[in-house]
């Protein structure tokens, strides 16, 4: 497709479910960014990946957040054991090149995550 | 985690007036970038400054670059119905990633 793709869309899991939200970046993006998007706020920086590996995962907020990238294209963020602070919109955003080159920069339209 | 503070939080304006709103930092950004996002989508681009002392318009859209580097402007000129929106800023440190602002909602009344 022509942009960053999300899914699913929704995501409603109940407390202590594992979940896995999926990223298609746009085709050749070396960069891919997670942010998490709680209701009424900014985007907060999760973890950014440059082709396969992790460059940055200071964001991740407990060990129970883990994402993956291993072909260098689509991303995968899991979150185990959800609690309902988990409850936000994750948006996957990738670029062309190395870091987070501005102009190049999309995001997609995000997953909403609520966790009852 | 770290966000940057935007005022005003939000703003309820006529069709027609216009519109300013800020962002401030307690650190330095070499870049300083604002964004729109409509309810259910991802933030879009409307402008990047690299330069301190930097004014940027693009249409009815001027932005500005606080010369301490703490801060950024953003101005929206004759503003229109589809305009409605959050806007956030967004400071970023050579290509790191970027540091995104609390969001000024903006409401348009025709």
């Known amino acids: 497709g022509a942009g960053v793709s999300q899914s699913p869309r929704y995501k409603v899991a109940k407390r202590g479910q594992d979940v896995a939200l999926r990223c298609d970046p746009i085709?050749?993006?070396?960069?891919l960014f997670w942010y998490q998007q709680a209701l009424g706020q900014g985007p907060e920086f999760l973890t950014y990946f440059q082709n396969e590996a992790q460059l940055d995962k200071s964001g991740l907020p407990s060990d129970r957040f883990f994402a993956e990238r291993p072909e260098g294209s689509v991303s995968t963020l899991k979150i185990q054991r959800t609690q309902q602070e988990d409850s936000a919109v994750y948006l996957c955003?990738?670029?062309?090149?190395?870091?987070?080159?501005?102009?190049?920069?999309?995001f997609g339209s995000g997953t909403q995550l609520s966790v009852l | 985690g770290q966000q940057l503070n935007q005022s005003p939080q939000s703003m309820f304006i006529q069709e027609g007036e216009d519109v300013s709103m800020n962002c401030t930092s307690s650190s330095i950004f070499n870049t300083w970038l604002w964004y729109k996002q409509d309810p259910g989508e991802g933030p879009v681009l409307l402008i990047a400054?690299?330069?301190?002392?930097e004014l940027t318009s693009n249409g009815r859209l001027t932005a500005q670059f606080g010369i301490t580097r703490k801060d950024s402007f953003l101005n929206i000129s004759a503003s229109i119905p589809s305009d409605v929106g959050i806007y956030f800023c967004a400071g970023q440190l050579y290509t790191d990633k970027l540091i995104f602002g609390t969001g000024t909602r903006l409401q348009v009344f025709p």
């Open positions: 955003a990738s670029s062309p090149g190395q870091g987070a080159t501005n102009e190049k920069l999309f």
């Open positions: 085709s050749g993006h070396v960069s």
């Open positions: 400054l690299y330069k301190a002392g």
